[in-house]
């Protein structure tokens, strides 16, 4: 199968991505993830459209004002799942995304859902980070989750800044593989870092 398609995947893909950033509402944040499966479908053996389109369906579920919650984590639970068998997907970023997908279920409901899936959390950061220690966004998301959840169980975490200004190092040494490829995260480590500086 020749693959001829890349370059204008690529187009599309950063025609859609830079929409997102435009974007003003949760409505065009659905129709972005909407034209994300649509770029999916015709470009089934490339990975980003389905990181991208469940990575924006969990951020949706976690504003919490929509009514579609459940279908979009169960939309965003399958694409992780396909991704993780995606030989060509980068596994370090599908991990981080899975480790990101338990802590929306218990930023959902954390009463119920904090004890069952917190071990999830960690654990499939851990193996993002395992599988490529120069990714900063498991390691960024990992030191927020265990950051949150030492003020949950009313313990300080005293070594939080200290993580995130080595974090703030990988961020910089990070370079994505082409412009499409993951690279979120600074605004996260600069919005968390706010109480440090």
Known sequence: ???EGTVPYQHLL???LSKVKQN???EDVYNSVN???RLGKMYPAEWLPDYYAA???MKLALMGKTEKKDDLLADAKEKIASLKKNTGANASEVYTLSGYYYYVLIAGNPE???QKYYKDVLGEYQKAINLDDKN???QLLQAIFKNNMSGFLKEKDDGFCDRLKKIETVFAEFVPKSEVDPSWG????KSVQKPCN
């Open 186 to 189: 600074m605004n996260e480590l």
């Open 35 to 37: 034209e994300l499966k």
């Open 112 to 114: 119920e859902n904090g």
């Open 24 to 26: 003003k509402g949760l």
């Open 55 to 57: 990575l924006f369906e």
């Open 1 to 3: 199968k020749l693959n």
């Open 136 to 138: 900063p966004r498991p």
């Open 14 to 16: 950063t025609q859609i």
